[in-house]
């Protein structure tokens, strides 16, 4: 079963507008990882949290990770038309030697210019 | 570097027809992924392989079989290829950073089964 389920399932924003993307888990994490997939792409790593972080920033992209509430949010300010992707948010569980990362559904947002 | 590379991009297959998707990464990954991403479904990992001569089960395996040839290879093999396989295929590849694996995409696999 799905790890991660993100929301809004689709976001429409204006160019310079901030969007925000949130993510909720259901298991204990190591860590939580973003990434990103342009129309008919991979998928491209953004940025990883790990559990015993509460936020984290790279450029224009800002993470936080609640693990009381199991949820995690993406914040990408001024956006830009080039930023119309699919965002994905993946966990990787705690303990042991756990290789894998779990998916959510993504979310699709589109950037107006 | 190349990254990871998949091959064919593109495939259609008639039902009950095999095929063998292949993907090499030049990083000197330990790890290596096959997912299947549907549309609304995500991504769903079919098999993967922590290390060289190991192969795992993910969520999806049936209908499936991979070989880890060496340590830049893996493919995944459809015996008998059904409509239901009819997705779009990624390799991903990672190494262990600090307890986390970060993931390296392939542009995947276009297959559609007919």
């Known amino acids: 079963s799905q790890q991660g389920e993100e929301d809004p399932q689709a976001l429409s924003i204006q160019e310079g507008e901030n969007a925000t993307m949130n993510c909720s888990y259901k298991t204990s994490i190591n860590n939580l990882q973003w990434y990103r997939q342009n129309s008919g792409r991979g998928l491209v790593h953004l940025i990883l949290?790990?559990?015993?972080?509460r936020e984290k920033h790279s450029g224009r992209l800002r993470v936080t990770l609640d693990t009381s509430k199991k949820s995690s949010s993406l914040l990408i300010t001024a956006s830009r038309a080039a930023d119309t992707a699919s965002y994905f948010c993946a966990t990787q569980g705690s303990g042991g030697s756990n290789y894998k990362l779990t998916f959510g559904k993504g979310t699709l947002l589109t950037v107006n210019p | 570097n190349a990254g990871v590379t998949q091959t064919p991009k593109f495939q259609v297959l008639k039902t009950g027809q095999s095929m063998t998707l292949q993907c090499a990464q030049d990083m000197n990954h330990n790890s290596m992924y096959w997912y299947r991403q549907d549309p609304g479904m995500g991504l769903r990992l079919i098999y993967y392989s922590a290390s060289e001569g190991t192969t795992d089960k993910g969520e999806v395996p049936n209908g499936y079989n991979v070989s880890r040839l060496n340590k830049r290879e893996f493919s995944l093999r459809l015996e008998s290829a059904a409509p239901s396989q009819t997705s779009v295929y990624f390799c991903?590849?990672?190494?262990?950073?600090?307890?986390?694996?970060?993931?390296?995409f392939g542009p995947g696999t276009r297959l559609t089964v007919t």
């Open positions: 949290i790990r559990s015993n972080e």
């Open positions: 991903a590849s990672s190494a262990r950073q600090g307890g986390s694996y970060e993931q390296y």
